[in-house]
Each structure stands twice: as structure tokens, then as C-alpha cells.
């Protein structure tokens, strides 16, 4: 089973979310760096100052198997791109919950925050869709 911290939140597209008042930080779990393989290109569309809408796409992720979108978990507006991802997308294999987070994102509703799922409800969630 894939690693799952305890402290973040997760969406069904598999992406976790770490909160710092209302700041949040986004990147992709360990669960869909496995099911992408080796990262070879990072695309973030958004930059500091965009809004972005939950459940759309901010950017796109690419692997030696596919090519797969970005969401927004919440709305807000983007404060911070990893830009290092530019250069070394590598960092998503390497550490998917610490160098390698995507966007920090000010959320317009901390309720949305809180309705993302917790660890345990995602690790059931790992569990039906690796069924």
C-alpha cells in the first residue's frame, strides 16, 4: 500500500493537500507517482496571482506511460509554483511530499479544505480503485 501522511488531506484524483492557516500546498500522492512511473515533464499553468476553480485542471503531468491533468482541490488564488519542477520533474519520483509539491494555493473557503478527505477515508479510497 502506498505511503499515506497522516497530517495532509486527499482528493479522489489523488492529489494531497497541506494546510498552513489558510494557505494550502498541493502535490500528488505516492499512489498516483505509481501509477504514473517515471515523471518526465511537469507543467504548471497557473502562475503567482491566477485563480484557480476546483475541479479544473492548473497544469498537466507527463510520465514514460501517459499524460494526465492537474486539479485544483479548492478554489483560491495561487500564491507560489514550484519551479524547480521545470528543471528536475525527477523530484516528483524522488519525494512526492516534500520537493516535489506543485502549487500553494490561499483558499477562498477553508470549509473546502476540510471536505477533502482524510487519510483514512483515502486509503479506502486506494483500496476500491485498486479493485
Not at 494557505?23 to 499553468?45: K, R, S
Not at 519520483?93 to 477533502?116: R, S
Amino acid at each position: 500500500m502506498s505511503e499515506i501522511p497522516q497530517e495532509l488531506r486527499y482528493t479522489p484524483d489523488h492529489e494531497w493537500v497541506k494546510s498552513a492557516g489558510s494557505d494550502v500546498t498541493v502535490g500528488i500522492t505516492a499512489f498516483a507517482v505509481e501509477q504514473l512511473g517515471d515523471i518526465t515533464l511537469v507543467n504548471i499553468d497557473v502562475k503567482p496571482g491566477d485563480t484557480v476553480t476546483k475541479g479544473k485542471a492548473f497544469g498537466t503531468i507527463e510520465s514514460v506511460k501517459t499524460l494526465s491533468d492537474l486539479f485544483a482541490p479548492i478554489n483560491g488564488k495561487v500564491l507560489k509554483v514550484n519551479e524547480d519542477l521545470n528543471n528536475k520533474p525527477e523530484l516528483v519520483n524522488e519525494d512526492c511530499y516534500g520537493k516535489a509539491w506543485m502549487v500553494v494555493i490561499a483558499a477562498a473557503d477553508g470549509a473546502e479544505v476540510a471536505a477533502l478527505m482524510e487519510p483514512k477515508a483515502y486509503a479506502e479510497h486506494l483500496k476500491v480503485a485498486a479493485h
